[in-house]
């Protein structure tokens, strides 16, 4: 994959170690509140995939990246080192990420390989497509020439594919579904191993694609779940960028349990 950001002038790419220590920060990142904190490096996925028919017809959905950039925006504000895989969108790379521009979910999967053993967490917020072409064209395809019924192959689960490798890294995943996300939402949360879902509504016209705001639903493994009102994205990010520190603090042993007496990492409140 292209890198738009964080090459070495040698085209050499910077890739963190992968520790619970104090990971190089931007300079203009370091200030007193980061200072002498648990950092950790987040892998995100952004935006949708492309999935082509022919160089010029292909396969896509509305996702328009905003939520995976706020994710990265807000990881970078906290301190975290951040890469961010990008399928094809139209949006500036928040300050302090490294990005790594992909077309396809097959392109997307390989940087996710590529960069998860550097990562403590990983947060698939792309609307990666399910389905691509069985057969692509080197040439645009001429109106005469195109096939009356699309021979369709599905793409890689990358959550499934990279399950294996998780260890004791996080994993958080997105359900964008229309009506009540949640049941769905859980449903994928057991089946691909995560320790954090992000459900929502996006057939609400303030909520899900392609605006500034989000209404979600944060359910964690162990059962609990916490609504969040209507939010900007960035707020939204924040709040999931807690949950991952909180559980990233407890299992690296600086937990504060007994102070607040939770019954496990990452409870809701």
Not at 56 to 72: D, E, I, P, W, Y
Not at 90 to 105: H, I, M, N, Q, W
Not at 222 to 251: F, H, N
Request: charged share 25%; hydrophobic share 40%.
């Amino acid at each position: 994959p292209d890198l738009a950001d964080g090459a070495d002038p040698d085209g050499v790419s910077r890739r963190p170690d992968r520790r619970h220590r104090h990971l190089d920060v931007p300079a203009d990142l370091q200030d007193v509140e980061h200072r002498g904190r648990l950092t950790m490096h987040l892998l995100v996925t952004a935006g949708p995939t492309r999935e082509h028919l022919d160089p010029v017809r292909f396969l896509s959905n509305r996702s328009t990246g905003k939520m995976g950039f706020a994710l990265a925006a807000a990881a970078a504000e906290a301190g975290h080192a951040v890469t961010l895989v990008a399928g094809p969108v139209a949006l500036d790379t928040p300050p302090g990420t490294t990005r790594v521009d992909v077309v396809s979910a097959r392109d997307m999967l390989a940087a996710v390989q590529d960069w998860l053993p550097a990562a403590d967490v990983l947060i698939m917020s792309a609307a990666v497509a399910d389905w691509r072409p069985r057969r692509c064209a080197g040439i645009k395809l001429k109106k005469a020439s195109m096939p009356a019924t699309l021979e369709l192959e599905p793409n890689p689960d990358i959550l499934k594919t990279v399950a294996p490798l998780k260890g004791e890294r996080l994993f958080v995943g997105f359900a964008a579904e229309t009506g009540d996300p949640a049941p769905e939402a859980r449903r994928k949360l057991a089946a691909k191993g995560l320790d954090l879902i992000v459900a929502n509504d996006v057939s609400q016209t303030d909520a899900g694609f392609a605006v500034d705001t989000n209404r979600v639903v944060l359910i964690a493994a162990d059962g609990t779940s916490q609504a969040l009102p209507l939010m900007s994205k960035l707020d939204v990010a924040r709040a999931i960028m807690r949950w991952c520190e909180e559980r990233i603090s407890y299992s690296a042993g600086t937990s504060t349990r007994q102070e607040t007496g939770r019954s496990s990492p990452g409870a809701f409140r």
